[in-house]
């Protein structure tokens, strides 16, 4: 299991430029998507956290009874360093995201009235409070899905350098057979198949990148094969969408054996929604919440 996200700034221009060529259709989003994640990779970049420590008779415990190593609530976060890619998050959004952009400039300035306190918020979100994103919601008549994308947003960077410091504990050997995220017990959010087929599992929360077996269904663990399907099309071969009938869930995922260009999965999870939507109509659902907005 190699580090989930270990890409610079300029791979993540590189790798949007190329699905804009590809995908022009997609090009606002991809533009909007594009700067948040160079600012995520900017703040990553300078994110110091002192790696969490497992104890061995925990981590024994754990490896024996197939458990994640920890929960969303026990990531660690860098508090400066989230509460400044709020803010800087709260300006991309609304210079290019008109149908965000009121909820972000109504947070932003309550940030800066102090009316809002980042902190808490971050702890809401990884407590998964709902009561507390609705308070809010209320409190500032703003949309609470906005709140919590520009939370996760800016989050991001810490959980997913805690998940790459923690990736430590787990044996890169290991095919991983569960419906979760061996680091934080998360639904996976997309999938990859390498160059040799081998299949990769990204966890839709901390972006680990983990060896999944090939037939299986990530969220059921079914491995029916009789059950267990994939879809493409004709004329985009690089992506394909797998689905289980036990459960009627599917994921999507990219096929590096028919693309070339540079991966980079949360773009390809933006650049995809379409199939998302394709997913929808066969009365599919995503394991994991998706805005088709
Ligand atoms: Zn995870
Ligand atoms: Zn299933």
């Not at 221009?13 to 995908?23: C, F, S, V, Y």
């Not at 509460?83 to 300006?91: E, G, K, W, Y």
């Not at 991983?176 to 160059?195: N, R």
Request: glycine share 2%; hydrophobic share 40%.
């Amino acid at each position: 299991m190699t580090a989930s996200l270990a890409i610079t700034t300029q791979q993540v221009k590189q790798a949007a430029a190329a699905l804009k060529k590809l995908r022009p259709t997609y090009a606002d989003l991809l533009n909007f998507y594009e700067k948040i994640f160079v600012a995520q990779e900017d703040s990553k970049s300078q994110i110091k956290i002192d790696p969490i420590k497992i104890s061995e008779e925990i981590l024994a415990l754990k490896k024996k009874e197939k458990n994640s190593l920890l929960d969303m609530t026990e990531f660690e976060l860098e508090p400066g360093s989230a509460a400044a890619l709020l803010v800087r998050i709260c300006q991309i959004v609304e210079a290019a995201n008109p149908e965000m952009a009121d909820s972000a400039r109504v947070i932003r300035k309550a940030i800066a009235s102090e009316a809002l306190d980042p902190q808490p918020l971050f702890a809401a979100l990884l407590k998964a409070e709902d009561a507390y994103f609705k308070k809010i919601e209320k409190d500032l008549g703003i949309e609470k899905k906005v709140l919590a994308f520009v939370a996760y947003s800016s989050i991001k960077p810490s959980v997913v350098h805690c998940a790459e410091q923690l990736a430590s504990y787990l044996d890169p050997e290991q095919v991983w057979d569960k419906g979760f995220c061996p680091i934080c017990g998360s639904a996976p959010g997309f999938s990859l198949f390498e160059d040799e087929g081998q299949r990769i599992l990204f966890c839709g929360f901390c972006w680990h990148r983990w060896t999944a077996q090939r037939i299986y269904c990530p969220f059921c663990e079914n491995k029916d094969s009789n059950t267990l399907h994939y879809y493409f099309s004709e004329t985009e071969k690089d992506y394909r969408i797998d689905v289980c009938d036990s459960c009627k869930t599917y994921i999507k995922a990219v096929d590096k054996r028919n693309t070339d260009r540079i991966i980079y999965p949360p773009l390809e999870f933006v650049a995809t929604l379409h199939l998302d939507i394709k997913a929808q109509e066969m009365d599919l659902k995503s394991g994991i919440q998706i805005d088709l907005q």
